[in-house]
């Protein structure tokens, strides 16, 4: 039972994709890197959920 | 480079002749699509307008194309946008593509009930012929071709403009100057303005090309397609077999190598050649993303490209130029009729600023998302393309440009609203357009009977205490719906909140500043006085 949630959730998509964007603007690749990192821990933790982190992992993978 | 399609003569004006500098309420300078939408809807409202262009002509050449609902609507007030519809391509459809697959399509209008579609794809020149035409049938323009300004001193209340000629020089001054040159604006640079913000690095080539091909009639756009590998690429249709190709070629591009008709037939021959395309206008374009601080200064005003600046992706540019002029012009003209105090003329830096501010953003996000600053930018905008086929929220992050939608003021000219209402229509917005029935049978649509005074629209109570139909003063138009038209549809009912008795006050241009569930003599009056800053 799939219980990735794959539709959007922000009300503003671009507002998001910015924050993103700028999160790392100026940082070099192997900075981006740590960041975007960090940014998986942060963010499996928050979801807290191993169904749904495996599900996540599965999709990103997926892609060559 | 550019040829002309339309040519105008140069004729002396009285104005040289006479032996004192003359003085005119409004001088516009520029007659480009936003000086000549400027000075129709002042004249329209009884405002006598100079309006000069240092050109001879109108030219031909890749300059804006996509038309934006807003826009036609605003046009179809100065009476010209029924001709241009029909000219026109008529379109709604967007498909984004990322290699040869398609992500997604987009619906810009995906109701019915609106009289203008969602855009129309229209070569510049057209338009501007339709405005010049317009402009021609109206007494108080006095439009003044091979006019160009050579100084500005600035006045107590007004502008004192040195003009060239080609019989020599004249001066003329303007209670009012409304700059409309555009973004190599002379009147900005005459007063020495700083015109700040983001110029992007990447070289983009706009090919119009003639070509009997059967496309769909919709913007298409390419993320990294087979046909031009790694960059971006947009397609538009326009009329007379005309198709817009704008290919991203990033930084590093020769403009003069990349103009070379060899060069440019080796690029679209790899999507266009089984068409037997000829090349009609080839250009080499960078873009900013930037504005003027302020959009009044004193008796200067600046409109369209002379205040702000934007990329082209969104069509944000010249319908957001025809937007300033609208703002604008009711406003002038009711301070120059003494209704209006100074206070709406900066509402009018307010309101406009906000806008630009909102297209600045729309159009700098656009181009991130395009033009990534970094591999770790590009990783992510990548990554977002690789997971959109599987996932909508991935979808929804991209952004090939967001198509231009009317702002919704955040005003003082609004009255805050005291009960709710639900629906589409919007304080500080334009009002949603909605099919209406005459009471002869024929049908019709809300905006379009819109004229430029302040408008009740009033709902039909049905009898009753409230029943009666409003009294107004004579400077509010007013149109009672379920006596001057029905709402046979319901669509306006539905996109109003219109129950029975609601009544709504429209400014001059067509966006709503107030409403109630009932009519209230009183509180009309407030909410007009409110909406002249009086």
Same mark, same amino acid.
């Given at each position: ?16 994709? &910015?924050? $993103?964007?700028?999160?790392?603007? @100026? *940082?070099?690749?192997? /900075?981006? =890197?740590?960041?975007?990192? #960090?940014?998986? &821990?942060? $963010?499996?933790?928050?979801?807290? @959920? *191993?169904?749904?982190? /495996?599900? =996540?992992?599965?999709?990103? #993978?997926?892609?060559? | ?534």
């Amino acid at each position: 039972m799939a219980k990735l949630v794959t539709a959007s959730q922000f009300a503003n998509p671009d507002a998001a994709y &910015l924050a $993103l964007v700028e999160a790392r603007r @100026d *940082l070099s690749d192997a /900075r981006a =890197a740590e960041l975007d990192t #960090r940014l998986v &821990l942060i $963010l499996a933790n928050h979801v807290g @959920d *191993l169904d749904v982190l /495996r599900e =996540a992992i599965a999709l990103a #993978r997926d892609k060559r | 480079m550019r040829k002309s399609v339309y040519r105008y003569d140069y004729r002396r004006s009285i104005d040289q002749d006479a032996g004192a500098v003359v003085r005119r309420p409004v001088v516009v300078v520029g007659a480009g699509p936003v000086g000549l939408a400027t000075a129709i809807d002042l004249a329209l409202r009884d405002v006598p307008v100079v309006l000069v262009d240092d050109a001879d002509r109108i030219g031909e050449g890749s300059r804006g194309i996509c038309w934006s609902k807003r826009t036609l609507e605003i046009l179809d007030r100065l009476g010209v946008a029924e001709r241009l519809v029909a000219r026109g391509v008529t379109w709604k459809l967007g498909k984004v593509f990322c290699g040869d697959e398609l992500l997604f399509a987009f619906d810009l209008l995906p109701e019915e009930g609106h009289k203008m579609p969602a855009f129309i794809n229209l070569q510049q020149f057209y338009l501007e012929k339709a405005l010049v035409d317009r402009a021609l049938e109206l007494k108080n323009i006095d439009l003044r071709w091979s006019n160009r300004i050579a100084g500005l001193d600035r006045l107590n209340d007004g502008a004192r403009l040195t003009i060239e000629t080609p019989d020599g020089r004249y001066r003329l001054d303007a209670d009012w100057l409304i700059a409309a040159d555009g973004a190599r604006s002379t009147i900005r640079n005459l007063l020495g303005l700083d015109f700040a913000g983001v110029t992007f690095e990447d070289k983009f080539l706009i090919a119009d090309v003639h070509m009997a091909a059967e496309f769909p009639t919709e913007r298409r756009f390419w993320f990294a397609p087979t046909f031009h590998s790694g960059q971006s690429a947009l397609m538009h249709r326009q009329p007379d077999d005309i198709w817009r190709v704008d290919l991203q070629l990033g930084p590093d591009a020769d403009p003069a190598a990349e103009q070379e008709p060899q060069r440019v037939r080796a690029r679209l021959d790899k999507v266009l050649a089984p068409y037997g395309y000829e090349l009609e206008w080839v250009s080499i374009y960078t873009f900013n993303c930037r504005r003027l601080d302020r959009f009044v200064h004193d008796r200067v005003i600046f409109v369209g490209d002379a205040a702000h600046q934007v990329s082209p992706f969104g069509a944000r540019g010249a319908n957001s130029g025809i937007q300033d002029a609208e703002n604008l012009a009711w406003k002038l003209a009711a301070v120059l009729k003494g209704e209006g105090s100074d206070a709406l003329i900066a509402s009018y830096d307010l309101e406009r600023i906000a806008a630009a501010d909102e297209n600045i953003g729309h159009s700098t996000r656009s181009t991130d998302f395009m033009s990534p600053h970094s591999s770790a930018e590009r990783r992510l905008r990548d990554a977002v393309l690789a997971l959109a086929p599987e996932a909508e929220f991935a979808r929804r992050m991209i952004n090939s440009g967001r198509l231009s939608v009317p702002m919704v003021y955040d005003t003082p000219l609004s009255t805050p609203d005291e009960v709710p209402f639900a629906g589409a229509a919007k304080l500080g917005a334009p009002l949603p357009d909605a099919p209406l029935t005459r009471a002869d049978g024929s049908a019709t649509h809300l905006v379009e009977n819109l004229g430029g005074k302040f408008e009740l629209i009033h709902v039909k109570s049905g009898g009753g205490a409230n029943g009666g139909t409003p009294h107004v003063p004579d400077d509010i138009a007013l149109t009672v719906i379920g006596e001057d038209f029905f709402d046979q549809s319901g669509m306006c009912a539905q996109r109003f909140d219109a129950t029975p008795g609601a009544t709504y006050l429209v400014r001059p241009d067509q966006h709503l500043c107030a409403r109630w569930r009932h009519f209230d003599a009183a509180a009309v009056a407030r909410a007009r006085q409110r909406a002249l800053q009086r």
